[in-house]
């Protein structure tokens, strides 16, 4: 975790259901943090956030990261399988 310390930690992602991998509250410098799932599988992420613009959504394939800049107090991301098979998240 790019400047939040260097803890791996491992979600459980179920089939059909959004799953909080990531919340990070603000400080004074730029956290980036890198959300993984095994190779060629295709997750759906939410992420909220208190800066314009509050809500962001996509889909990412195997890897993608995510951070909290200074001037944002909190950033909140869910990621969701795309398919009916549940994943394994790592978030460093």
């Known amino acids: 975790m790019s400047g939040g310390g260097s803890t791996t930690k491992v979600f459980q992602c179920p089939a059909h259901t959004w799953t909080n991998v990531l919340w990070m509250a603000g400080g004074f410098f730029t956290l980036t943090y890198r959300v993984s799932v095994p190779t060629g599988t295709k997750v759906l992420y939410r ?12 889909s ?21 399988p795309s398919g009916d098979t549940p994943v394994t998240a790592t978030v460093s």
Do not use: A
């Open 47 to 58: 992420r909220y956030g208190s800066c314009i613009p509050p809500y962001m959504e996509g």
């Open 60 to 80: 990412f394939t195997t890897t993608d990261t995510f951070s909290l800049y200074p001037w944002e107090q909190y950033v909140r991301v869910d990621i969701r």
